[in-house]
């Protein structure tokens, strides 16, 4: 079962326009939403949730369909957590927590304060005097203590320091660890992704560029460094993007599709995702 | 929904000491006229609610949460209305308190012009709200204004003209009980209609 399945999703603002989106995020797993500031990644989560209307697209979560009445009630099984923490300023983790237990069916008021505990977050201080690190794991502490089938996540850890992102991250990886348990993590900090997720979907300039496992990614494609002239030897469809320079070239290849002569060097998800972002074309 | 509603307690009595105070002061002052001052207010606490709200981006998180729309609306009349009557039953107390220290009879009416107080509070609720989902508290001031001076007039009126209304009532055999179940019912309706109206705006919303 897809705990996420959405199909060619559309909304356009105008300006700008989302389209075509279809990807699944299987049980269990954690898929990262990769893309620059402003490609969709915020966007496709609204969808996701259906806060905001659609033009075409389905997306079913856990299950049901979004624009159902039942989706209402399997929020109840889904941890968001946006880019800010959005609580009123003046509540405190204690107050948060009266609120909440009124909100989710499955409160469960021993969880959160565990993970106030393990976060070190002041119990009776104001939201408002929390720094931006602590605000965000205020955030996850809530997204996680009313025992969640799914998560998501839209730039939960940006702006947090390497320390307090690894720390999260490895709370994400405990969470998959039960097969039941699913993760949509948003991030434009690739390594983060690299890190934890099982699928990635590339979303740039409104499109999906890539949806693929990532080992698979990461086994499958390889970076050749070159002169310009050797680079012209190289199969163009094995090429997925490059960087030409007067004396020197980089490309980004199918590993399977050019000649072993090639060395070819192991390459990374941002390298990918910066190949992709800079030949803008699709796979 | 409790949770909305407990979230705009919270809020309200941690940011809004000093104007609850007023509203109860205003309530146990003796006479219509500052009985009236403390329902407007009342009446606009959910108009700060949403302000707060909208400063903190609330909105966009609720409605990640397990929350419809409707909680959304209702949760904001609620707290209005329980606002409105606590301010009336306050005032009720106070005079009726008053009226045994002084060993004096209520005035007439004194019912009668405690529950038209409470219908001007919910009808003021009523018209703002819609205007508050639809535009934001900012401009939502505009229609704020409006209806506010409006209300302080009519409550004005309605209190200086309560004696006469009450011997008009009374040599004209009118049950008060009468009048003040139309004057409830109008408030009902006009209530009823405003709710439905902001579910209608609030669920066109984006977040």
């Not at chain 1, 940006?158 to 994400?172: K, Y």
Request: aromatic residues 8%; charged residues 20%; hydrophobic residues 50%.
């Amino acid at each position: 079962m897809n705990a996420i399945e959405i199909s060619g999703l559309r909304k356009s603002y105008g300006d700008f326009v989302l389209d075509d989106i279809s990807f699944c995020v299987p049980e269990g797993s954690i898929l990262g939403l990769v893309g620059e500031n402003g490609a969709g990644k915020s966007t496709t989560i609204k969808l996701i949730m259906n806060t905001i209307s659609r033009d075409a697209g389905t997306v079913k979560v856990l299950g049901v369909d979004n624009t159902s009445s039942a989706f209402s009630g399997v929020k109840d099984d889904i941890g968001v957590v946006l880019d800010e923490a959005y609580f009123p300023e003046v509540l405190s983790a204690k107050n948060v927590n009266s609120v909440m237990k009124r909100t989710y069916r499955r409160w469960d008021e021993k969880t959160f304060a565990g993970y106030i505990s393990r976060f070190r977050l002041p119990e009776a201080k104001p939201f408002k005097d929390y720094s931006r690190g602590m605000k965000m794991k205020l955030a996850i502490a809530v997204a996680l203590s009313h025992d969640p089938k799914l998560l998501v996540l839209d730039e939960a850890t940006s702006g947090l320091d390497p320390m307090i992102r690894d720390e999260i991250l490895d709370l994400f990886n405990d969470f998959t660890r039960d097969p039941g348990h699913s993760i949509l993590l948003s991030s434009h900090i690739v390594s983060d992704l690299e890190k934890i997720c099982d699928y990635i979907a590339f979303i740039h300039n409104g499109r999906l560029a890539l949806c693929e496992e990532k080992d698979r990614l990461l086994e499958e494609y390889a970076v050749v460094k070159m002169s310009p002239a050797e680079l012209e030897d190289i199969p163009e469809s094995a090429i997925i993007g490059k960087k030409v320079s007067k004396y020197s070239a980089e490309a980004l290849v199918r590993r399977g599709e050019i000649s072993s002569v090639f060395h070819t060097e192991h390459c990374t998800l941002e390298d990918i995702i910066l190949f992709l972002a800079r030949e803008d074309r699709d796979i | 929904m409790t949770g909305l509603l407990v979230k705009d307690c919270l809020t309200l009595v941690k940011q809004m000491k000093i104007f609850l105070v007023i509203i109860i002061v205003f309530s146990i002052v003796p006479g219509y006229n500052m009985s009236a001052f403390a329902i407007v207010y009342s009446a606009l606490l959910p108009m700060t609610a949403l302000a707060y709200d909208e400063r903190s981006k609330w909105d966009m998180l609720a409605s990640m949460m397990p929350y419809r729309p409707r909680d959304m609306v209702l949760s904001k009349y609620l707290l209005g209305i329980c606002a409105v009557l606590a301010a009336v039953i306050l005032s009720c107390v106070a005079q009726t308190v008053i009226n045994a220290v002084r060993h004096t009879a209520a005035e007439p009416g004194f019912i009668a012009g405690s529950a038209v107080m409470f219908c001007a509070g919910l009808i003021t609720l009523s018209l703002l709200l819609p205007f508050m989902f639809r535009f934001g508290v900012e401009k939502g001031r505009i229609a704020l204004f409006v209806i506010v001076g409006l209300a302080a007039v009519a409550a004005v009126f309605l209190s200086g003209k309560s004696e006469d209304a009450a011997s008009f009532y009374a040599s004209e055999s009118i049950s008060l009980s009468a009048v003040a179940g139309v004057i409830g019912a109008a408030a009902a309706v006009i209530l009823i209609v405003s709710v439905l109206i902001s579910v209608r705006i609030y669920s066109r919303k984006e977040f």
